[in-house]
């Protein structure tokens, strides 16, 4: 059944069936990772819960596009262990609701645009490894409860079984029907199998109770001084950003695969917001979780209704469906998860490796790395970045070059061609001969710009050198914004800049 669906200025047709079975398919694979990365953070199961009810309710509503579903990811929760262990839960609530601040001052001065910064090979780069780290964390699944033994003989044998199980009906369901999402069928099957026939294997209930009750509101019990600020506002900030690349991350990519756009300066507020209330609610905070959205999008869900429906079903687990809930095969996620790994690589990324210059390899590949060895994603995409800025700015720099030519009147002309930065001065500076120059010269930018103040300062200093021997510059074709860079560094650097009004130049 399709109908519309109206939320605040958000109006989509929704297939209701589809986007309940698929919110009820994430909350069943959001409920083990948020409660295996409280307990790794050293905080209690509900902590973790109340995360993912917290952020999945605000930010289905309120978030920058339909059909990302957010919780308390690991991404997140990784950089608060360590003012866990130093300092405690409650600087930990005051760190996560001023991470939420932080995040809507990005929103509010519409900062999310810099996400556009990340070249493509870092967008391989990032989902290869976190592709990676979805199905290194599944291996966790095959210890045994509560130590770091791993299950052998039997116990073994089952749980590879049902996991194959469940990736066997993952695969043949879509094939036969899309009215369901084929990851809620295969919990369904191996779950009626397990109960059915007694299997004894590893459940939901072997890694923590989920039973609770409504999150509490709790005012963070910390000094209200700078020196708490001290503490708490370093961890803010890197949570804070390492959120936003996720989520920012998450958003193009669900935009690349729906074919439509999100909003990211609306997903920065909502995700701030949501993290302000978690420090508020008892809830270790979180953001947007790239495998749980996969999910979401391959059970069909294009809509908010389907986030809604995930965070209402955790709370009436937390509330009322522990007991059931915990009889869940970890088996039948770790297989779902396993797909979504699958899904989640750029297997594109091999047939055109060829074809990619090998710097865009390079990185691609270092981004991987980082992000399945650290868990870093922010940290990996920055990386990768700032180098692809410096292969740019080094190519960039090779580019520029000089036509010279000596005119009927004997004025020698320099045709600039390529862009003028901090990276190509030194080359543009050999382009002149100064001492053999005749003693007028032309120097035409109609096929370059001046780009920055290393740039201005090499323009200065050459028309320096030209005025200590009574040798005259006329500077041709200076695009506006150039001239405007000129006039603004006139009080730092002594460049006279002045208008020809037949050739329209800048004359020294």
């Not at 990005?106 to 645009?113: D, Q, R």
């Not at 989902?127 to 130590?147: E, R, Y």
């Not at 920065?268 to 993290?275: M, P, Y």
């Amino acid at each position: 059944m399709i109908k519309y669906f109206d939320l605040f200025d958000f109006k989509q047709k929704v297939n209701y069936k589809t986007e309940l079975l698929a919110g009820f398919t994430v909350a069943m694979t959001m409920i083990p990772e948020s409660l295996s990365f409280a307990i790794l953070a050293g905080f209690s199961p509900l902590t973790g819960l109340y995360a993912a009810f917290i952020m999945g309710l605000v930010t289905a509503i309120f978030g920058g596009r339909p059909g990302m579903v957010s919780g308390g990811a690991g991404a997140t929760v990784v950089v608060l262990i360590a003012l866990m262990k130093s300092n405690g839960l409650e600087y930990v609530l005051a760190a996560v609701a001023l991470a939420g601040v932080i995040q809507i001052i990005v929103g509010v001065f519409k900062w999310a645009k810099f996400i556009r910064l990340v070249p493509q090979p870092v967008m391989f780069g990032f989902v290869n490894g976190l592709a990676v780290i979805i199905f290194m964390s599944q291996l966790n699944q095959f210890k045994l409860p509560g130590t770091e033994n791993w299950l052998s003989g039997s116990p073994l044998f089952i749980m590879l079984g049902l996991v194959a199980l469940t990736i066997a009906i993952v695969i043949i369901v879509p094939k036969i029907t899309k009215a369901i999402p084929a990851s809620l069928v295969a919990i369904i099957i191996v779950f009626a199998l397990v109960a059915g026939f007694g299997i004894h294997t590893k459940t939901v209930s072997d890694i923590a109770s989920v039973a609770g009750g409504l999150p509490p509101f709790h005012l963070p019990r910390i000094p209200v001084t700078f020196e708490t600020l001290k503490i708490i506002f370093p961890y803010a900030l890197i949570m804070a950003s390492v959120g936003l690349t996720e989520g920012l991350l998450t958003l193009n990519l669900v935009d690349e695969m729906t074919g439509t756009r999100g909003n990211g300066n609306r997903e920065c507020i909502a995700q701030g917001s949501a993290n302000i209330l978690n420090g508020f609610f008892s809830g270790m905070g979180g953001c947007p979780m790239i495998a749980q959205t996969l999910v979401n999008l391959s059970a069909g869900s294009r809509a908010r209704l389907s986030g809604i429906v995930a965070a209402a079903a955790i709370l009436m687990i937390i509330l009322f469906g522990a007991p059931l809930i915990g009889r869940l095969p970890m088996a039948a996620l770790v297989g779902v998860m396993v797909m979504v790994a699958i899904g989640t690589f750029e297997w594109a990324s091999f047939r055109i490796i060829n074809k990619m210059p090998k710097h865009d390899i390079f990185i691609g590949i270092l981004v991987a790395v980082i992000t399945v060895l650290l868990h870093n994603l922010a940290l990996a995409v920055l990386v990768g970045v700032v180098i692809s800025a410096l292969v740019f700015a080094w190519e960039s720099a090779r580019r520029i070059r000089a036509k010279k030519y000596l005119d009927d009147q004997g004025v020698k002309h320099y045709e600039i061609f390529g862009p003028l930065f901090f990276g190509s001065v030194t080359a543009f500076a050999e382009k002149f001969d100064v001492q053999n120059d005749p003693l007028e010269v032309v120097i035409d930018f109609k096929e370059s710009r001046i780009s920055d103040m290393s740039a201005i300062d090499a323009l200065n200093k050459i028309t320096g050198h030209y005025a200590d021997l009574n040798k005259t510059v006329r500077i041709k074709h200076l695009s506006a914004d150039c001239r405007r860079l000129l006039l603004n560094a006139d009080k730092v650097i002594e460049v006279n800049v002045m208008e020809d009004p037949i050739y329209n130049v800048a004359v020294e």
